[in-house]
């Protein structure tokens, strides 16, 4: 331990009393010929020891660059870049002054004779017209750092404990690997199973589909795809990860991922299985080791990352993945693409609920319920892609899609409700069993056609959608309503559920460029038929015969339903180099139509015809801050079960009857997104707004009886609005070449008001709630990182009628993320979280949760051996308070508890040794 101590005191002591130069160097780039200035090039500081980055920054519109900092070191050499002209280079020496002033820094152009060598760039950053592009070796990670380790250390990106990924505030949908998806397209497998080691470049753009980049569109500016390049000396060889580990209470893990790269040729397999929540791909990667499964819940029991979808259930999890990829090039013009995935998982869920339901008269009554559920699911997904370019001016790009999902399981649940005196006035008991199998298959085709170099071009897109799914189900209830007129219900049932769905969606396009590469004229056709068949075929269980013999018409359904959307729409572009707008006027014209096997008397046929309009403006001051706005005029129809005059019986305490009357709902909603980032003082900062406001919305509306037994329709109200909006600054502070600071504060605001009936009597709640959130990072030298975090969430409904109270939550939580690497091999994690949920009545209302992985480095860094502890204070929860303007209700469900596990992991590398890169040109 004395000698621990002494190693950190030397550390300390060797760091705050070496000598630093504080330093600012200030400058203007220019073109050499006409003397313009050079926005967006790159000015950065090396060390000549070992040509590590001290410092960088680009220039402004004006030509202009601050580059400051301090260094240890007082030799060092500046070099200034810029795409399609030739780099400058000089050393500087540091003394005492700190001010530096370089005057103009002219720029020719590149030549292209043939004796040139080709120079490779070692620049930070490289802004590309619409790219970011950032040189990995730039930026200094762990030595078996992944991609999610490096995207945390480039300026403006963030990546969230759950691994979502935001560039300046906009979300992350798409990373790509040499341009081509990597088990089609999900962002998690990638940044946690590809390792910096082989990335060359980190490149962001706007998001766009294939069609779009090849026939000059414009992308989605709401959200950004990342494209990681690989170092050319690494595209030919194996690379991998094994890893197993085994705990207490039985809990276990296993995962093991094979890449093949062998120039355009890719082939990667993984799978994995664990009883931890865990949705796999974590490859024993420390940072997956203490967050024990970071899932999301979707209200059918599946858990997602990132939109893939893992099996199903809640509470504890087993889950089981496997898959494959396949991406070559064929001759010339021809990219495929293939993926296999295979999820399964099987879970177990005890949960319990009190709820305090609100009448609009005031009084109040309550409803408790306990359930538990058992579900088994596996999944099996193929898809594949194929681009096929004709010639340089058309592309063919065809994307088939298959699905098959099979589903069994079990569901419990008693509840029982109670007037203002806790009286028990209904009691209802269900025991169900399922099962089910699913298959979809969809096929997109999209042709784009370039028609000449002004930026004109023709798209036609096809997509067809056949699913079929088919449900067993049993189900045994009991339901008992006391007071003045008791009732006993008692049902014993099998129901054959059949849902079928037959989608085609076309749409052609032309652009007409009136001036070339700036202005534009669009046309576009879009056509949707929704084909869809519901049968429910429900038997009574006749006990003489003993079985399910007696056709039950109250709770059967047969149906057939056409949904027909017809768009044909105009619109003008405008783009320039600072800004671009454009809008879009369409006229849809839409059909449903319902064909009711069992009540001829439903059949339904509606006609909704509606204006539409979307228009987008954005604009970019310079080369570090830009502004987006966007206005859309949307209009949609009920569905068929709101307007289908069929009366729902499914449920005894809740009998739900559609409105015909039904208008079609009017949505406006716009959105405003401005983001900065100075590169030179490392500060980043995005605002954004949003709102919709909604004419002719469908809501519920429900009256309940003495017995508190709902009966349920549809009305359309107006007023109805939602508002959502915050912002987040960021500084990140380099106290010298070996310690730095990461500042973060942002907020988050959203409100809404709503429309609501309640016993006949229609009132408005408005809930408005924010969320401030504070954070920082501290790094000392790659030994020491501590990164706290502290976020709370103010909520306040109010109600237009005096019989609601209104209603105030509040929520606060704490995270403490720390880490340390010393001795060099050994390093320790810790994530620890506190919650506090003050108004919560019934549950825990606190706890502090604590994981913590030692990680120790064996056989020359290809090995890691791990020991995790999860839930080191045994206090994990998800009690959780939901208030809505009719309930206030709280919830709690069963969660992982406590566990230690042994691990090991192992990875293996073959790709082809570093290439000597050449230094640049000097100019003195």
């Not at 109670?418 to 096929?443: C, G, H, Q, V």
């Not at 576009?524 to 015969?545: A, C, G, I, P, Q």
Request: aromatic share 12%; no cysteine.
């Amino acid at each position: 331990m004395k000698k621990l101590l002494y190693a950190f005191i030397f550390l300390f002591s060797t760091h705050f009393f070496a000598q630093s130069y504080p330093f600012k160097i200030t400058g203007k780039i220019q073109t050499e010929k006409e003397k313009t200035a050079i926005e967006a090039a790159t000015i950065h500081l090396e060390k000549i020891k070992d040509s590590s980055v001290v410092s960088y920054t680009i220039s402004d519109d004006k030509g202009f660059f601050s580059l400051e900092g301090k260094s240890f070191h007082k030799n060092l050499k500046l070099f200034v870049s810029f795409v399609g002209m030739k780099n400058y280079s000089k050393l500087i020496s540091l003394d005492k002054k700190s001010l530096y002033n370089l005057g103009n820094i002219s720029l020719d152009e590149e030549g292209t004779l043939l004796s040139e060598v080709v120079i490779k760039s070692r620049a930070p950053i490289t802004v590309k017209k619409d790219t970011l592009e950032f040189n990995v070796k730039s930026f200094k990670t762990k030595k078996d750092a992944n991609v999610e380790d490096l995207l945390k250390k480039l300026p403006g990106v963030e990546v969230d404990e759950a691994g979502k990924i935001t560039v300046n505030g906009k979300p992350v949908n798409k990373i790509l690997v040499n341009g081509k998806p990597f088990f089609g397209n999900d962002p998690s497998i990638t940044t946690k199973n590809l390792t910096k080691e082989i990335i060359e470049k980190v490149q962001i753009t706007d998001t766009k589909s294939k069609s779009d980049a090849f026939s000059g569109g414009k992308g989605d500016a709401n959200n950004k795809t990342i494209n990681l390049t690989i170092k050319k000396e690494n595209n030919k060889g194996w690379f991998g990860r094994i890893s197993a580990g085994a705990g207490t209470d039985k809990r276990y893990e296993g995962a093991t991922m094979v890449n093949r790269f062998n120039n355009d040729r890719r082939i990667s397999v993984l799978a994995s299985t664990n009883n931890i929540n865990s949705p796999g791909f974590s490859f024993g990667e420390i940072q997956k080791m203490f967050g024990g499964g970071n899932t999301w819940f979707s209200s059918n029991g599946s858990f997602s990352v990132n939109g893939r979808r893992f099996g199903g259930g809640q509470g504890i999890i087993k889950s089981k993945t496997a898959g494959v990829t396949y991406a070559d090039t064929y001759k010339k013009g021809l990219d495929v693409n293939l993926n296999y995935f295979y999820s399964g998982s099987s879970s177990n869920n005890d949960s319990k609920r009190n709820r305090e339901n609100i009448l609009p008269d005031g009084s109040r009554y309550f409803s408790n319920s306990n359930s538990s559920t058992f579900d088994e699911n596996d999944n099996h997904s193929i898809d594949a892609e194929f681009d096929i370019e004709i010639d340089s001016t058309f592309l063919i790009n065809v994307a088939p899609r298959f699905i098959k999902n099979d589903r069994e399981g079990t569901y419990n649940n008693l509840q029982e409700s109670f007037d203002k005196d806790k009286t028990l006035t209904n009691k209802s008991f269900i025991n169900s069993r399922s099962k089910s199998s699913a298959n979809n298959f969809e096929n997109d085709i999209d042709i784009t056609k370039r028609l000449n170099s002004k930026g004109s071009f023709i798209k036609a897109s096809i997509t067809n959608q056949i699913d079929k799914a088919n449900t067993e189900n049993y189900n045994i209830s009991k339901t008992e309503i006391f007071g003045t007129s008791p009732s006993v219900e008692n049902r014993n049932q099998f129901s054959d559920i059949k849902n079928n769905l037959n989608s085609f969606r076309t749409s052609v396009s032309y652009r007409y460029a009136i001036i070339s590469k700036k202005l534009f004229l669009d046309f576009e056709y879009r056509y949707r038929k929704n084909e869809r068949e519901n049968v429910n075929n429900t038997f009574d269980f006749n006990s003489s015969l003993n079985q399910y013999t007696d056709f039950n018409t109250d709770l059967s359904s047969n149906f057939k339903s056409d949904d027909i959307t017809k768009t044909p729409s105009l619109g003008i572009a405008y783009k320039v180099k600072k800004w671009r707008f454009d809008i879009e006027a369409g006229y849809v014209n839409r059909t449903l139509k319902n064909n009711d096997q069992l009540r001829p008397n439903l059949n339904l046929k509606k006609d909704f015809n509606a204006l539409k309009l979307r228009s987008t403006f954005r604009y970019r001051f310079d080369s570090k801050a830009s502004i987006y706005f966007d206005y859309n005029l949307e209009n949609d129809a009920p569905s068929i079960t709101q307007l289908q005059p069929f009366k729902n019986v499914s449920n005894p305490l809740n009998i739900i009857t559609g409105n015909p009357s039904l208008k079609p709902i009017k949505r406006h909603r716009v959105y405003l997104n401005f983001n900065k980032y100075n590169w030179q003082k490392r500060t980043g900062m995005f605002i954004y707004a949003g709102g919709d406001l909604v004419n002719n919305q469908v809501v519920s509306k429900s009256s309940i009886d003495a017995n508190f037994v709902r009966t349920t329709t549809y009305e359309n109200v107006n007023g109805g609005y939602n508002f959502w909006g915050g912002g987040s600054y960021s500084k990140q502070v380099k106290l010298d070449s070996i310690t730095t600071i990461k500042l973060r504060i942002g907020t988050n605001i959203n409100g809404n008001r709503s429309i609501n009936f309640f016993n006949d009597i229609q009132y408005k709640s408005t809930t408005t709630s924010i969320s401030p959130n504070i954070g920082f990072t501290f790094e000392w030298n790659k030994i020491i990182s501590i990164e706290p975090r502290y976020s709370v969430s103010l909520s306040n409904t109010t109600f237009d009628i005096d019989n609601f109270n209104n209603l105030n939550f509040t929520r606060h939580n704490l995270n403490i993320r720390t880490k340390t690497n010393f001795p060099k091999k050994l390093e320790w994690r810790n994530d620890i979280r506190y919650s506090y949920n003050p108004n919560v009545v019934g549950f825990n209302n606190s706890a502090w949760f604590w994981n913590s992985t030692l990680a120790y480095s064996v056989m020359k860094d290809k090995g890691t051996i791990t020991l995790k502890a999860y839930d080191l204070l045994k206090q994990n929860n998800n009690a959780r308070r939901t208030s809505t303007s009719n309930y206030i209700q709280d919830s709690e469900s069963t969660v992982l508890q406590q566990y230690f596990m042994l691990g090991f992991s192992w990875k293996f590398n073959s790709l082809g040794k570093k290439g000597k890169i050449r230094d640049y040109g000097s100019h003195f």
